[in-house]
């Protein structure tokens, strides 16, 4: 079982340009995170998903977008990226329907230099 | 609205020596508290969780934390800390059940610990 798979692992981008980061689980898990975290800040959420086709705005939205096709897919768009979100991108998927048992497994991160 | 603190950004201890790593939430509803940790260029991997009941809980890796509701408090602990410990530890915390975000996490700053052999 690969659990969460977040590609690229690593990437240099310029300023102004266009970058999806992917995210695959194969866990059948409903909802899925995407988070930044940066030195002395921890982990902030970005944008998140409770089910195939809904999409909610977490702690830091602006200049990310997200969307939910399908259960395992929940890409991160950049739609022009600028120096300030240089930072390291996790992603996580959860069981959302079962409260108690609703823990997030995380991905290994995607670390975007923008430059 | 919920916020997370760890006070130490970095605790450097020898291998062997006992361990503790401070968390205080502040949170209006009923918290479910979290440990992760983070190896280096790894992703995050729960060490323990808190939701209700025994308020010492067990984690892997032989690590424990208590919950005080008191203090607002959910400190991490090992009696004897090995040099594969050395790593970023994180706290997190959620609401327990209720509404569209009670799955959303909210994270501490993050405390990296150091082994000294």
């Known amino acids: 079982i690969a659990g969460i798979t977040q590609a690229p692992t690593s990437q240099i981008l310029a300023a102004g340009r266009r970058m999806t980061l992917r995210c695959t689980q194969d866990?059948?898990?409903?909802?899925m995170y995407w988070y930044r975290q940066d030195l002395g800040l921890g982990l902030r959420l970005i944008h998140y998903s409770n089910t195939a086709g809904t999409t909610g705005k977490g702690e830091v939205p602006d200049g990310y977008s997200v969307s939910r096709a399908n259960t395992d897919d929940f890409p991160l768009t950049l739609a022009s990226a600028v120096p300030s979100q240089t930072s390291v991108y996790f992603c996580?998927?959860?069981?959302?329907?079962?409260?108690?048992?609703?823990?997030?497994?995380f991905g290994a991160g995607t670390r975007l230099s923008v430059l | 609205a919920q916020s997370v603190t760890q006070p130490d950004i970095h605790i450097t201890v020898s291998e062997g020596a006992s361990l503790e790593l401070r968390c205080n939430y502040s949170?209006?509803?009923?918290?479910?508290l979290f440990w992760y940790v983070q190896s280096p260029g790894q992703g995050l991997q729960l060490l323990l969780k808190?939701?209700?009941?025994?308020?010492l809980v067990q984690g892997i890796k032989g690590f424990e934390a208590e919950f005080k509701r008191s203090q607002s408090s959910f400190n991490l602990r090992k009696p004897s800390v090995h040099w594969s410990d050395a790593a970023e530890y994180f706290c997190a915390v959620r609401r327990a059940a209720g509404g569209t975000s009670y799955g959303k996490l909210t994270f501490g700053q993050g405390t990296i610990l150091t082994v000294h052999p």
């Open positions: 808190y939701f209700s009941g025994d308020t």
């Open positions: 996580a998927s959860s069981d959302y329907r079962d409260r108690e048992k609703n823990i997030q497994y």
């Open positions: 949170y209006g509803a009923t918290p479910y």
């Open positions: 866990m059948r898990h409903n909802a």
